[in-house]
């Protein structure tokens, strides 16, 4: 009869290690009850028999026989490293005792290792909020397994302290909020953000790739042109005389003050040394650049001089002299 309980133990309960400890317990409890075998892991049967019934040979070999059968259930459930570090141990009280106290030393330094990872886990960027989401709830979810928890604040806080300062500033945390919602809260945020950012690139690349004529209608067309005509000015460096990219004012030859230009010659002595640039300015660039110059693109600077002129009467003509 033993022998076939002993088999179903063997079959149904699981191996001890150091994150099933609750689990493994609770199995052990079950399998001694149906054994009549539990009381011999809550006390030490047989030292309470020496010490009440010291006499009772029969009694205390009874007690031993039947502790023995708890420890091979106890026995069975563990592995090799384990069971080594309790062979020495006489009773199965005594070695559930060991175990106890060991898991609860395991516990202590897991617990240590996961407020650790806590604190270090820290989303870089948006993409990576869902991935630090998961290890939060793993590392959670594993300390309520061994009878862990943090309170609703100090959970919420390592979430909030995980998360890209871009997401903690729209996190809205009030007294109705618990920790399942904010993290829901916070997964659906991300992903329309996300959403957007993409949707937005690709409509950037597809406006690059659009080869339709703008509505002049369109404000958002009439502001892109805007943008783009800034952003030409700024990258590129442009004669303002002749727009042209491959020189600057002072080097243009239709500017009257570069004394290689054909129209410096036009220019007096007195217009040379005070360097009146101001005055010329707005005429040379209304001028045509054409290789041949005529009067009229040389008028505006002959203006101050034919003024001075005065018509005289020679032989019955009338000439101009200065």
Do not use: G
């Not at 080594?84 to 060991?98: D, E, G, V």
């Not at 650790?116 to 820290?122: E, F, P, Q, T, V």
């Amino acid at each position: 009869m033993f022998a076939n309980n002993q088999n179903e133990v063997m079959n149904y309960n699981v191996i001890l290690n150091k994150k099933n400890y609750n689990v493994w317990l609770s199995r052990l409890e079950v399998s001694l009850t149906s054994m009549n075998l539990k009381e011999f892991i809550e006390i030490d049967v047989i030292d309470q028999l020496k010490k009440k019934n010291p006499n009772d040979k029969a009694k205390i070999k009874e007690a031993i026989m039947q502790d023995s059968k708890a420890k091979m259930v106890i026995f069975n459930t563990i592995n090799i490293e384990t069971h080594n570090s309790i062979r020495n141990l006489k009773t199965a009280y005594s070695i559930l005792k060991k175990l106890k106290e060991k898991n609860e030393e395991d516990l202590n330094e897991s617990m240590e290792k996961w407020l650790s990872n806590l604190r270090l886990l820290k989303a870089k960027n948006k993409k990576e909020v869902f991935n630090i989401l998961n290890e939060i709830e793993e590392i959670y979810s594993n300390m309520e397994e061994n009878n862990l928890n943090l309170s609703k604040e100090e959970k919420m806080k390592f979430i909030y302290n995980a998360m890209p300062s871009c997401t903690q500033m729209k996190i809205i945390i009030d007294n109705d909020t618990t920790v399942d919602s904010l993290i829901k809260k916070i997964r659906e945020f991300t992903k329309y953000e996300i959403y957007m950012e993409d949707t937005s690139k690709i409509r950037r690349i597809e406006s690059k790739q659009d080869t339709r004529p703008d509505d002049p209608m369109d404000i958002d067309s009439i502001n892109r042109k805007y943008k783009e005509i800034n952003n030409q000015k700024q990258r590129i460096r442009r004669c303002f005389i002749c727009n042209s990219t491959k020189h600057i004012k002072k080097d243009c030859k239709y500017n009257i003050f570069n004394k290689r230009s054909k129209y410096y010659k036009f220019l007096d002595e007195e217009d040379r040394k005070l360097n009146k640039k101001y005055h010329y300015n707005r005429y040379i660039e209304n001028m045509e650049f054409e290789d041949d110059i005529n009067y009229e693109d040389i008028r505006p600077f002959t203006e101050r001089n034919i003024n001075n002129l005065e018509w005289i009467e020679k032989d019955d003509v009338k000439v101009l002299e200065n």
